[in-house]
């Protein structure tokens, strides 16, 4: 049973700099993709960055290119995502995800069936 913990979440100011991490319990299987999604409050959960486990392609949604770098770790099995610039927009539950589908896009992460899922971290961004 693969489990995925996340960690690095808090509170900041806008303009800072936080890193999440993920780190599966357990070594994951490729081809294999990972992302982050973000829940903002009253809003639906949607993707902002995707991995290729195998390839290191990487996609983000529009709003963050420039400031979130998503990437892997695979001695410590572990995705992180970056995110600087933050700004209040940005405050959400972020999860992390893995799915066995072998992702390249955007749009592939967005449509992917994930397995496993993080716990969440709130992130919240003050102005």
């Known amino acids: 049973q693969v489990q995925l913990v996340e960690s690095g979440g808090g509170l900041v100011q806008a303009g800072g700099s936080l890193r999440l991490s993920c780190a599966a319990s357990?070594?994951?299987?490729?081809?294999?993709?990972m992302a982050w999604f973000r829940q903002p409050p009253g809003k639906e959960r949607d993707v902002v960055a995707g991995?290729?486990?195998?390839?290191?392609?990487?996609d983000y949604a529009e709003s963050v290119k420039g400031r979130f770098t998503i990437s892997r770790d695979n001695a410590k099995n572990t995705v992180y995502l970056q995110m600087n610039s933050l700004k209040p927009e940005d405050t959400a539950v972020y999860y992390c995800?893995?799915?066995?589908?072998?992702?390249?896009?955007?749009?592939?992460?967005?449509?992917?069936?994930?397995?496993?899922w993080g716990q969440g971290a709130q992130v919240t961004v003050s102005s």
């Open positions: 995800a893995a799915s066995t589908w072998y992702c390249a896009g955007y749009g592939c992460y967005q449509r992917a069936k994930y397995n496993y």
């Open positions: 357990e070594r994951t299987l490729s081809p294999y993709s």
């Open positions: 991995i290729n486990w195998s390839s290191g392609i990487t």
